[in-house]
């Protein structure tokens, strides 16, 4: 009797076992499939099993198994962003459509070298509530030189305090974060020389990580910071990658070329220099980084960055606490109604929120367009963001289908095939994610299926919470997350931990 009842078991079992395979698998018919490696597409069929891709060509439905007819729509790999901050709000907002919309199932955290909270609590957060995207992080700087400068953080650093922070950095790395990331254009990392950044990336490198870096100017001393992460990654021999690159400065425009001739030069001396790019020409940050120096007494500082780095009529404010009305407005038209000089007028709103009267943060449109034509062209430019969820800047909900509708239909500066390399393969290569970023069997399966002739960004300048349209439908780890502009009940995201450090 007890036999018996053992076998039934074992038998139940194993009926369950064979359903939940045709439950959890999907087959995707008539698809062109583009499998991130940048060559031509084919037409085919591809089936999900267990959160894997198990099979690619021509593919027959199995008995109970979920069918979907993609009628001829491109299927890639779903998108990498391996610069976002779409992390922040993603606990209460777990599937959100600025995500989801662009076909990212991958985003990666701490960049700027900041993050929300410790990477480790990140980590434990997302897996007791996991989202519908999947998250990576770099183990973030500014976030180390806080916790043991405190206030006292413009100077170098102490030998002491940077072996404390290599030590904050070698548990994160334990942990599974993917390398150091570091924002030096930004306090407390401004004050920190080359030496500390050398150091940490050393931790970061002896343990198979890698170095991201918002470096440390964007505009007037532009070639002085691109020298130093090159020197970064030749003295802590680490591949290195630039984030969000861009010539910020109407002075710099035009000299893209020069820039890609220097990175060639790097990688032919046999540094693994990558960047990541986004489709904009305005940036967002606090208004702060108009003052490098932070001189904000010295009101020529004030008059060279409004006419050097950026006019008041491109200066547009996203957040101003002390003044909400100021929101949507340009510096130079505040200044008009407030009846005063734009440079008196910025000087006033730095100084009010520098002395504690609340945040801020600016867009400032003055990235040359030829130079992102130029960037995004080079071989080693992934495509990243910079966006958070319903950003007050556009990226956050139309950076990817941006690069199709503009960047390949309208201006023909990317093939399709290599727009897709550039969202996925190149990306997962230079974050060092080995099991995402092509359509591969036996891989994860991440797949966004888009329609290649309509995928397009709806977000502006002045209107930018609005969701891009053309993708159909999204899996993250083999399940549904979204489907006809909504999202699906599904959070099958996970940590994607350095190779090595993953947790079974
Ligand atoms: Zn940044």
Redesign the pocket.
Known sequence: MLKKIVLGILFLVGVQADLGNAADSWLIRNAVIYDGTGGEPINGDLRISKGLIEAMGNLRPMPGERVWDAQGLALAPGFIDP?SHHDMGLLENPAPASVLAQGITTIVSG??GMTEVPVRQMFAEFEAHPAAVNLAAFGPHNNYRSMVMKDDFRRTATAAEVEVMKALLGADMEAGALGLAT?V??EPALYSDTAELVALARVAAKMGGRYTS?IRSEDIKFYEALEEIITIARDAGIPVNI??MKLAMAALWGQAPKVVERLNQARADGLDVTADIYPYDG?Q?TMQVLLPERNLEDRKAYEYALTAIARPSTIIITLYEPNPSYVGKTLEEIALEEGVDPVDMLMKMMQTTAAGGGNEMIIGRNIGEEDIRTFMQWPYSSISS?GGIDDRHPRGQGAFPRVFARYVRELGVLSLPEAIRKMTSLTAQSLGLADRGLLKEGLAADLVLFDAATITDHATFTDPIQYSTGVQAVWVNGQLVWKDGQATESRPGRILRRSGTERK
């Open positions: 610069h960049v700027d924002g254009e930004y918002h984030s969000h940036w940050t910079d």
